[in-house]
């Protein structure tokens, strides 16, 4: 691992769950609510169901890992640009999925183009920041801490949860780690497993782990990260054990194997998405839900590859929004889809491409305004072989934290940026 | 310096250095003293006592399929090939986790464990368990000696020319991926070159193949582009071994390399820390691995309250530690260890990227801590407890310190742990997510 470029300092969080009904999360005595906006209904109380104002919203975050071909998703099939230097990788005019604009969707996208025809689903084309890094990692914590200038250590996310109190409950990653998306300098989001939740031991076994988890004055900040973890762990468990009492499990959504080639995402999303999707319905007080899907480094034979990721995201997007119908709570939620960068625009030789920079973004659900934002980056006015970004990736995430989640976007970017109208 | 004082940074040295100490190892350690003991783990001339009765995994070569065959015979020799793979990866996994367990010379292993992390190379892309066997006996064999050489080697190896692409790099057609890892990632760092170096440091490496039918490494004067290239401002007629010569002897390199090794020692630091760059300045004039991670053990900054405290043990060393405290093999920890190292987030030859597994923090979610009290509890049943079940029930919590050379116990676990005294297995299992425990 490169050293610690990684890792996000946790302080100490202090949470606790009242269980009655299963829904109602109280805050501990004590626990800090600053600076939480009004508008946000934050940790602890149960947002308003749908239909009233459209910033109660629960934005799940899809993250692929690896860097997803924009170019082979977002297909500019009416440009000879892109079968020129695309001439096995590209796709003919005949195969693809025409959205307009002389764009279209991949040819397994056809769950995604139905949500375009609903107008549910808004594309942002174009989508970067200044000076790309074509780093893996770098790029990704620079999508993920939204500050590309400096080795920012929280995320984006992670700096919301710093002002809005203290329940490990708002964000909810689907996996074993926590990305640096949920990472604050007080407050983390909490992992949790697709799988069983149950814990093992009996009452004893629970009461002492409860015991040894209180924090212990003096202790180092890792141990004390120990320590919460084991609390926070305690009531997440809890909680959500109430809320899934009466949600059973897709069938068809069972654990996935892990990604073909690492950078991240270790399910494969249908049952990630299936969770989130049933702790949505079952009235979760989570604000923010992240998922991914890795294996989208796609340096050689990139063609097969990148149909079955894209296959793999259609499937699991479309069946999500599709269990969510009828739903109150499903009507909050948009789905936001990101990688770190996109991938050169003339194919290397290998049949696949190498890293690249500006890529469009997915924004989707039942209270996005459908269509295309954002300028398609041109095919030949490069920079170095790369397209060149025409929106920063700051203005999408402040219209989802002002217009979605209902705060100053400037709290947590740190400076302004202009909203993009999807919602 | 007091007994307690010796005891307890011998006791960290075992946990950095050694997968932990067992009671009685830890005696014999504090009687012969702090440098001693360095010494003793740093001396890998020695045969490793448990090799003999360890045999190396066994492999069958992948089919070789008569051509033309038929459609449903390629696809049922295919099916074949992906069960043999699957049942010889685990036993792969399953007999370096003993060795990790069992090691006399456990600091061979922890390195090895090291360089696998630092050239994160995974058996998901790779796919034969073979290739992956042969990287870490690169890592076991050369990993305490010239990191030039460890380089070298690992260039050429056939499961990093998998990983990252080489058959597919060649001239004209130059693919980046390794180039830009070897800078990024394995020799320099980020921001220590520049992307035109990438660019041309892809080409050096054109016509490096990996031959899947012999297992041997060749370079095709066909695909190998021998026109000049330009790489850290140097212009000539580079070959890919070149390019590791000349990335290794870039002024970064030394501080980098140093940096992880401290960072994974000792307590994250980056490359510019005081401590790294006084030891990157010793490491620079030899590259000698062994002798650098000498000097860390040495460095009164290791034994510092900052690095005492500065590290979480990564999921596989707290298995195998937790094995090796326990007297246990890793199948006696259930034929679900996979699937709890997978749990962990940690299983060996599947780093989740290029990038290695990230330190401390990533390690302390709550999805992570449930899987730590199932694997606890799981082992806390496996394990012969006489030891903690003869004393008495206050005097316990002590004796499962001593049992997993822990120094004690702070406020809420002993809170915790006297909750549990009177059910040995119950206490085993709360000692062993404790926070005293879980840190490195």
Known sequence: MPITRREFVLGGLGAGVAGAAGLVLARQPGGKTPGAPAAAPGAGAIPSAGGGSTKDGILVLLTLYGGNDGLNTLIPYEDGNYLGGRSALGYQPNEVLPLGDGLAFHPNLKGMKGLWDAKQLAIVRGVGYPNPNRSHFRSMDIWQSAVPDDQEITGWVGRWLDKTGDDPLRA????????????????????????????????????????????????????????????????????????????????????????????????????????????????????????????????????????????????????????????????????????????????????????????????????????????????TNLDNGDLKFTTDFRSVYATLLEQLIGVEAKASLGKPFVAVPFL | MAGDETRSRIAHLYRRAGFGARPEELDAAVAAGYEATVDKLVDLSVADGAWATMPAPTFTPPPVIAQPADEAARRAAQQAEQRANREEGRKLNQWWLDRMVLSTTPLRERLTLFWHDHFATS????????????????????????????????????????????????????NENFARELFELFILGIGNYTEADVQEGARAFTGWQYQRRTGAFSVLPAQHDSAAKTIFGQTGNFGGEDVVRMAVAQPASAPYITSKLWSGFARPAGASDPVVRQLAAGFAKDLDVGKLVRAILLHPEFVAPASRTGLVKQPIEYVVGTLRALNLRAAAAGNNLPQTLEGLGQQPFAPPSVGGWPQNYYWLTTSFALTRLRFASTVAARARLDGIASASVADRPAAVARLLSVDGWGPSTSAGLAKVANDPKALLTIALVAPEYVLA
């Open chain 1, 172 to 379: 909810l990653s689907i996996g074993g780690s926590l990305p640096r998306i949920f990472g604050g300098d007080s407050a983390a989001g909490a992992a949790i497993p697709v799988g069983e939740l149950t814990l093992p031991g009996g009452p004893t076994v629970h009461s002492a782990f409860a015991a040894a988890s209180e924090p212990s004055a003096g202790a180092s900040p890792l141990a004390a990260r120990v320590a919460q973890s084991g609390k926070d762990l305690l009531t997440v468990d809890d909680a959500i054990a109430h809320l899934l009492a009466g949600q059973p499990a897709n069938s068809d959504a069972t654990a996935g194997s892990t990604s073909l080639e690492g950078t991240g995402g270790a399910n494969s999303l249908t049952p990630q998405l299936d969770l989130v999707a049933r702790l949505v319905k079952a009235g979760s007080p989570t604000r923010v839900y992240g998922v991914s899907l890795g294996g989208f480094d796609t340096h050689a034979n990139e063609k097969a590859t990148h149909a079955g990721l894209m296959a793999d995201v259609d499937t699991a997007v479309t069946a999500f929004f599709k269990s969510l119908e009828g739903s109150p709570e499903g009507s909050r939620v948009v789905l936001v889809a990101y990688s770190e960068f996109g991938r050169r625009v003339a194919a290397n030789g290998s049949g696949g491409t190498d890293h690249g920079t500006a890529a469009p973004m997915f924004v989707a659900g039942p209270r996005v305004k459908g269509g295309f934002y954002g300028d398609e980056p041109s095919l």
């Open chain 2, 123 to 174: 058996i998901q892309k790779v796919k034969e368990p073979e290739l992956m066997y042969r990287q870490n006996e690169i890592f076991r064999t050369a990993g305490a000696g010239n990191f030039e050489a460890l380089a070298q080697a690992v260039a050429r190896d056939p499961a990093m020319l998998v990983w990252l692409d080489a058959n597919e790099n060649k001239k004209g057609k130059p």
